[in-house]
């Protein structure tokens, strides 16, 4: 039974850091395209950044340099680094998991994915 578990999320101030966790047990990250997504209120769900099965990472343009995605094999957990945080970072963030070892083109679309775990609040204020 594959879950996938976030944790993390929070207040944050304006510049301030954050780091967001996705535990996984009944997958094994090393095999799977694994993503970070987010969605505010009335908004689509949005690809923050994508990880390929060998580390080889995607971002979105609004979190180029702010944001880093990574794996850890030997705990199993897929991590979201988020630095200089803005207002516009509060969301929702979610984990993601798709069969296949690269992600793709496509990594940003939600279609790719076959797991997805509850969410996380991180609120930039």
């Known amino acids: 039974h594959v879950q996938l578990v976030e944790s993390g999320g929070g207040m944050v101030q304006a510049g301030g850091s954050a780091r967001l966790s996705c535990a996984a047990p009944g997958l094994t990250v090393s095999t799977y395209c694994m993503a970070w997504f987010r969605q505010t209120p009335g908004k689509e769900r949005e690809g923050v950044a994508g990880?390929?099965?060998?580390?080889?990472?995607s971002y979105a343009d609004s979190v180029k340099g702010r944001f880093t995605i990574r794996k850890d094999n030997d705990t199993n957990t897929l991590y979201l680094q988020m630095n200089s945080l803005k207002a516009e970072d509060s969301a929702v963030y979610y984990c993601?998991?798709?069969?296949?070892?690269?992600?793709?083109?496509?990594?940003?679309?939600?279609?790719?994915?076959?797991?997805w775990g509850q969410g996380t609040q991180v609120t930039v204020s």
């Open positions: 993601a998991a798709a069969w296949g070892l690269r992600c793709g083109r496509n990594w940003h679309q939600q279609s790719r994915y076959n797991y």
């Open positions: 990880i390929d099965f060998d580390g080889s990472a």
